[in-house]
C-alpha cells in the first residue's frame, strides 16, 4: 500500500484508516490493528503540526504499508523541516515513545529541511 496525503489534520484519519485496513487484510487481529492505528495517527499528526509548519499550503506526507516475513512496515515520510527541539511545540512530546513502545521496532531518519521519515514494525501474530 502506498498513498499520498495533504499533511494537514483532517488527513490523520484517513490515513490511519487506510493502512488500519491493509493490517487487517493481511492478518493483524483486532488488538493489533488498534495498537498499528494509534502508532499511525501519532506520526501522521506529528508530520501535520511540526513538519509543514511555516508552509502555506502545506506539503504532503506519503504513508507506505508492506507485508513481509509475518511483519507489517509501516514508513511515514514527509519532505518538510526535519525533527529537532522546538522551544515552541503544541505537544508534550510523547508521541514519539508511544510509536516505539506499540512497535516492534522503530527508526527514524531525518535531514534538516529534507524531512523526515518514520519506520515502525508490527510483527503480526
Avoid: W
Wanted: charged share 20%; hydrophobic share 40%.
Amino acid at each position: 500500500m502506498r498513498q499520498s496525503f495533504s499533511a494537514t489534520p483532517s488527513s490523520v484519519g484517513r490515513a490511519r484508516r487506510a493502512v488500519s485496513a491493509f493490517a487487517g487484510e493481511i492478518g493483524g487481529d483486532p488488538r493489533q490493528v488498534g495498537d498499528i492505528a494509534l502508532a499511525v495517527t501519532e506520526a501522521c499528526a506529528n508530520v501535520a503540526v511540526h513538519a509543514y509548519r511555516d508552509a502555506d499550503p502545506p506539503g504532503q506526507m506519503e504513508i507506505v504499508a508492506t507485508e513481509g516475513e509475518g511483519a507489517l512496515k509501516v514508513q511515514v515520510i514527509d519532505h518538510g523541516m526535519g525533527l529537532f527541539p522546538r522551544c515552541d511545540s503544541p505537544g508534550i512530546g510523547l508521541g514519539m515513545p508511544l510509536m516505539s513502545h506499540l512497535s516492534d521496532k522503530f527508526e527514524t531518519q531525518t535531514s534538516e529541511g529534507v524531512g523526515t521519515e518514520v519506520c515502525m514494525q508490527f510483527n503480526l501474530e
